[in-house]
Each structure stands twice: as structure tokens, then as C-alpha cells.
């Protein structure tokens, strides 16, 4: 399809994430273009609707055999960004010059020129199917500071040991070294790495004086940034048209490169649950944070998460209090929000927030 092209873009709506079999990979190719579509994400859209369009088609190839018979969900195995990251590493890279046109905004036959890049880099582009996209984005640390400064407001320690599952590259454990401006109330380091300002809509969240102890995370493939071509296959899953994505990447890999942040290779429950069995400083909040990552944890892995946080919130005192804090979709209305739980105290889950998915915007709810 062109950038001209005049076929109608479905129109997004709620479907289980969690739907598989016949149709499933046509459907979740739509949804994501639609997704896309709604994001502003333009260039994304036509790569995802270029790959369904050559799906669609009598095209020959393993990668192609592969994703139409897809085993899993396809759309909670965000199976068409995985392919559409392959395809903007090749871009990237500059191994795939043809496709600088679709990158470049410009006006092209999508699916043609996707096809033929795909027939002629299938090997570098069939890896890309073996695990879900790595999207770390330092924006979405707005909205952990944004809780923390509300947790102390209910009188939480404001001092915070920060746990994160799905860390990816580790960028949001950096979130000492960035400076904020949340509606008027700053928060960070006089010389932070990086600054984040996102549209703030409604009250400001608290103004209160907070401390990170110590952030550590998890992830089943972690990143290294210091790694150029891991930092590069990271790079490869930011939607093209987010500029200033790319500026706070190398920002971030500059950052890595002075002190590591702290990850683990383990997968979410095994972390969470020998985490939680650790002694807890008097006077400090363990919080447990992620962004955009429980839809990939599988079933199994958030009901023990679930009950690990929920036992040891059932023994959280005053002096060692436990917090639950997410920015994930809710894709039932196509939007993000921030939600909170602690203990002792609030168990039940407290939206926060209406969010931007890498942090452009916050509508404050609370």
C-alpha cells in the first residue's frame, strides 16, 4: 500500500489479547495498524499493514509460513512488531536501503517493496520472531515518580528500594539520574542525564521530598547498552517517527556506560518472589514497578507474582510497607494508565492516571 493508498484503515477495537488459531494473525495485524494508526504512529502503520498485506498475499518463505501459522496469540505475542522491528534493524543498519521511502515518509508500493526485502534478508530477519519486542522507553519513569511522590503522601516511607520486572535495557532503573517537572513539582538531580516535562492535564501530584535507595530489575533477555549491536535491535523496536525516543536512547547508552545499571537474567516471578524473601530496611518502601510489560509475563508467572506480592503485603508494617506500582494498557478503552496498590493500607488497585505510553503526556486523576 502507498502512503496515498486508498484502503480504509480498520478502526481499533478491544479484542482478547489472548485469541489464537484461524484468523487470529490477520485480526491482530489489523489491530495493531489501528493501534498505530491512533498513536500518531503513521510510519509504523504502514510497515505493520505493508507485512499483512504481503501475508495476504500467495508470497513464498519461511518467516512468512512461520507467522501465518503462528502457534501462540499473535497479538499478546506482539507478534507483527516483532517483524516490524526485524524490518526497521535492516533499515537501520542500512542493510535494506529500499526501504528508506516507507521510513522516510515517502510514497511507495509498501508491500512490494516489503516483500522483496523479506525474501532477500529472511535469515536476519527469522530471530526477530523468537521473542517479544524489548520496549524500554526512560519516559515512562515520570509516572513511577509520580507514584512515589503520592505514596509518600499517604505516609509510606519516602525513601523507596525500587524492584522492576521486564527491565529490558535497565533504562528506567535509572530513574535517579533524570530530573522531572510533573505539573510544577520538580523532582531529580540538579545534573541529570536527561529531563522529562510531559503535558500535565488536572492537579499536580504532591510535592514531597523522596529518595531512591536502590533500584534493581529482572528480565528474561536483559539488554546491555554498552553492547552497540544490542543497542541497536533496542533502537530497532522505537516506532520511527519518535524522534526524541532516539535522543533519550543515547542519552541512556552515555549513562550505561558510566554505571551499569543493576539487572538480572530471571524470569518475573522468580525474581519477585526472592526478592520479597530478602530482609526489608526499616523505614523504606519496596516497591515493585514495570511499564508495558504484564502482558508478556505468561499466566502462570503473574498469579504467582500476584500471590508473592499479596503474601507479603498480608506481613507489611508501617516501618516496612510494600507497594505495587504499573503503567500498563488497558486496551478495553486504548489507553495507558498508571495504577497503584500498597500495603498496609490500600490493597485494592488506585488509578493514578491516564498516561501517553512513552511519557509525552499525564492526565492526573488522583
Known amino acids: 500500500m502507498g502512503m496515498g493508498g486508498s484502503k480504509q484503515r480498520p478502526a481499533y477495537e478491544f479484542v482478547d489479547m489472548n485469541t489464537a488459531g484461524p484468523g487470529a494473525v490477520t485480526t491482530a495485524f489489523a489491530n495493531q495498524v489501528a493501534y498505530c494508526a491512533a498513536a500518531g504512529a503513521h510510519i509504523t502503520a504502514r510497515v505493520v499493514g505493508g507485512i499483512a498485506e504481503v501475508l495476504a498475499s500467495d508470497a513464498k518463505g519461511a518467516l512468512l509460513q512461520r507467522v501465518r501459522g503462528w502457534q501462540g496469540a499473535p497479538l499478546a505475542d506482539a507478534l507483527s512488531l516483532r517483524v516490524a522491528g526485524g524490518l526497521h534493524a535492516l533499515h537501520l543498519s542500512g542493510a535494506a536501503p529500499e526501504l528508506a521511502p516507507i521510513y522516510g515518509g515517502e510514497d511507495a508500493d509498501d508491500a512490494a517493496v516489503i516483500a522483496d526485502v523479506i525474501a532477500e534478508h529472511e535469515a536476519a530477519l527469522l530471530p526477530w520472531l523468537d521473542g517479544p519486542p524489548q520496549t524500554n522507553e526512560a519516559g515512562r519513569s515520570a509516572n513511577f515518580i509520580a507514584a512515589m511522590l503520592w505514596l509518600a503522601e499517604q505516609g509510606l516511607p519516602p525513601r523507596f528500594e525500587c524492584l522492576e520486572i521486564g527491565s529490558s535495557a535497565g533504562i528506567n532503573l535509572m530513574l535517579d539520574r533524570y530530573a522531572y517537572d510533573l505539573g510544577g513539582v520538580s523532582v531529580g538531580p540538579k545534573h541529570a542525564v536527561m529531563a522529562f516535562r510531559p503535558e500535565w492535564h488536572g492537579a499536580p501530584p504532591p510535592t514531597r521530598d523522596i529518595a531512591i535507595a536502590s533500584t534493581k530489575g529482572c528480565d528474561v533477555a536483559p539488554v546491555d547498552l554498552t553492547d552497540p549491536a544490542q ?89 516496612h510497607p510494600l507497594a505495587w506500582v504499573m503503567v500498563e494498557a488497558d486496551r478495553s478503552v486504548h489507553r495507558h494508565k498508571l495504577t497503584v496498590r500498597y500495603w498496609p493500607g490500600e490493597a485494592e488497585e488506585t488509578q493514578l492516571t491516564w498516561s501517553h505510553p512513552h511519557g509525552a503526556d499525564v492526565e492526573w486523576l488522583a
Open 231 to 319: 543497542a541497536l535491535r533496542l533502537k530497532a523496536y522505537i516506532w520511527p517517527e519518535h524522534t526524541v525516543r532516539f535522543e533519550r536512547m543515547d542519552a541512556a547508552i552515555r549513562a550505561a556506560s558510566e554505571r551499569k545499571p543493576d539487572i538480572v537474567q530471571m524470569n518475573a516471578a522468580d525474581f519477585v518472589e526472592a526478592e520479597l524473601a530478602k530482609p526489608q530496611a526499616a523505614g523504606t518502601t519496596r516497591m515493585l514497578m514495570h511499564s508495558i510489560v504484564w502482558q508478556y509475563v505468561p499466566v502462570d508467572q503473574q498469579a504467582r507474582v500476584t500471590a508473592a506480592m499479596e503474601a507479603a503485603g498480608a506481613k507489611a508494617t508501617p516501618e
